[in-house]
T-cell receptor
Framework: GDSVTQMEGPVTLSEEAFLTINCTYT??????LFWYVQYPGEGLQLLLK???ADDKGSNKGFEATYRKETTSFHLEKGSVQVSDSAVYFC???????????WGAGTKLIIKP | NAGVTQTPKFQVLKTGQSMTLQCAQD?????MSWYRQDPGMGLRLIHY???????DQGEVPNGYNVSRSTTEDFPLRLLSAAPSQTSVYFC?????????????????FGPGTRLTVT
């Protein structure tokens, strides 16, 4: 079945560093891809999404490009801030049965 | 708009007790779902609903019941709590039911319920 694999965390960076969180997927159809973020003590919220190959999602300085040839949707940010410390989840939509398939999450820690 | 609300925020149960986790949304969303979140395992879908009166099982439905009598409410019932059900539970909703995420519909999450079963 469909699946999502994320790099294991925690990822620890200094403020203003460049961020990459890897996400790869396997899917039989043409899923939409998502990044959700969970700040401490809160529920998840959508960070960005891409619905077809070569689409780039972006929000709050974060970007991710839907790469069908490498089945990847890596999250990037050029200069992270302490406020970006959170858990980041990659997910894909399985339109055949109304479900989202989730990665395990990557905890990001930004030190001042 | 309150968005998605969940109660209670925290709950401690003894093994064998039953309880209901409440979830409500005021966005007129058709699709609602319950997830549990365990360390290192991401989110796992328990049950979901594509509209009032319609529910279906997700990945880990055993030990849980749901009903959807109105568009707004989607309660999750634990029938006989077990320590393996210790987790954080999230309710979520989204607008579309045509491929949930039908081309990429955003899911809105509640703040979560932290449940401990002793």
């Amino acid at each position: 079945g469909d699946s999502v694999t994320q790099m294991e965390g925690p990822v620890t960076l200094s403020e203003e560093a460049f961020l990459t969180i890897n996400c790869t997927y396997t899917a039989t159809g043409y899923p939409s891809l998502f990044w959700y973020v969970q700040y401490p003590g809160e529920g998840l919220q959508l960070l960005l999404k891409a619905t077809k190959a070569d689409d780039k999602g972006s929000n709050k300085g974060f970007e991710a490009t839907y790469r069908k040839e490498t089945t990847s949707f890596h999250l990037e940010k050029g200069s992270v801030q302490v406020s970006d410390s959170a858990v980041y989840f990659c997910a894909l939509s399985d339109d055949s049965n109304y479900q989202l398939i989730w990665g395990a999450g990557t905890k990001l820690i930004i030190k001042p | 708009n309150a968005g998605v609300t969940q109660t209670p925020k925290f709950q401690v149960l003894k093994t064998g007790q039953s309880m209901t986790l409440q979830c409500a949304q005021d966005m007129n969303h058709e699709y609602m779902s319950w997830y549990r979140q365990d360390p290192g395992m991401g989110l796992r879908l328990i049950h979901y609903s594509v509209g009032a009166g319609i529910t279906d099982q997700g990945e880990v439905p055993n030990g849980y019941n749901v009903s959807r009598s109105t568009t707004e409410d989607f309660p999750l019932r634990l029938l006989s709590a077990a320590p393996s059900q210790t987790s954080v539970y999230f309710c979520a909703s989204s607008y579309s039911i045509s491929g949930p995420l039908g081309g990429g519909d955003e899911q809105y999450f509640g703040p979560g319920t932290r449940l401990t079963v002793t």
